[in-house]
């Protein structure tokens, strides 16, 4: 009998301006905050992409609505390419401080953006501030969303349950110290500098290791931001993980919807 594969997720979050878009007041012009989202159109996705293909992976990117819609193309590119074109909301907005209807309005509208450049309806879905409200669970199952990447809860993939009983939505769970964010995003945590590519690798391939050897069932899920990882340098250091990953014979890199459909 063989030994059980240990999938591995690359979960990318697309947002390019979107996510900008979300920190100022609506219609407020601030071209070089936005500018920041504009580096992963313009310089980060196709080199992200290529570093993919070079390796054979598939991935999962997190579009939100307004990017679709702003940038098809390099949508579209992702999904030629093989890769799962998932939801992240419409215009990147907490669903903390939304009502049901709005946060309804923001699911579906971001769900149907996506689904009108690639022609196939999005399954997997991930909030945009990694938040549930007491109305999203009901919301993800009317809209069909089989595949949820948001709760830091376990280690393991696994379906929510209501009342005993299993729900469509399976969870993907992330973790904080597998995302990019807290090394690269403007110097990294308040009160620290900016870390170098080094140091997230260094935690990354512990944490890949541990996972790998110690907890069986586990998965490795990798949160990862365009316009973060986008950078030579740190796709270079990507490109070290990947190696190793790929050094360990039961690691099989999946996309959200593939490892979501294994899940009794």
């Known amino acids: 009998m063989s030994d059980p594969i240990?999938?591995?997720?690359?979960?990318?979050?697309?947002?390019?301006?979107?996510?900008?878009?979300g920190k100022v007041k609506e219609g407020e012009k601030r071209p070089v905050l936005f500018s920041h989202g504009a580096f992963a159109v313009r310089e980060g996705l196709r080199p992200l992409l290529d570093l993919f293909d070079e390796h054979a992976i598939k991935a999962t990117f997190f579009i939100p609505g307004v990017t679709a819609e702003r940038h098809p193309d390099a949508v579209g590119e992702i999904a030629r390419r093989g890769h799962e074109a998932a939801?992240?909301?419409?215009?990147?907005?907490?669903?903390?401080?939304?009502?049901?209807e709005e946060e309804r309005d923001e699911l579906v509208k971001g769900i149907e953006?996506?689904?009108?450049?690639t022609r196939v309806r999005p399954p997997t879905w991930r909030s945009p501030s990694w938040e549930f409200s007491e109305h999203t669970l009901d919301l993800l199952v009317e809209a069909g969303v089989m595949a949820s990447a948001n709760f830091h809860d376990r280690l393991r993939p696994y379906r929510?349950?209501?009342?005993?009983?299993?729900?469509p939505v399976v969870e993907l769970p992330v973790q904080w110290h597998l995302a990019d964010a807290p090394y690269f995003l403007y110097g990294g945590l308040p009160g620290r500098v900016l870390a170098t590519p080094s140091a997230a690798l260094?935690?990354?391939?512990?944490?890949?290791?541990?996972?790998?050897?110690?907890?069986?069932?586990?998965?490795?899920?990798?949160?990862?931001?365009?316009?973060?990882?986008?950078?030579?340098?740190?796709l270079r250091m990507l490109e070290r993980l990947i190696r190793l990953i790929m050094d360990h014979p039961r690691a099989r890199f999946m996309r959200c919807d593939e490892l979501a459909a294994s899940v009794p």
């Open 113 to 117: 953006a996506v689904e009108r450049v």
């Open 160 to 167: 929510h349950v209501r009342d005993g009983l299993p729900l």
């Open 202 to 234: 260094e935690v990354w391939r512990d944490e890949f290791v541990g996972l790998y050897e110690d907890r069986p069932g586990s998965f490795f899920h990798l949160t990862l931001h365009v316009q973060l990882i986008g950078h030579p340098g740190r």
């Open 6 to 21: 240990f999938p591995v997720v690359f979960g990318i979050d697309f947002d390019a301006e979107a996510i900008w878009f």
């Open 87 to 100: 939801s992240h909301g419409y215009r990147h907005r907490s669903i903390t401080l939304l009502s049901r």
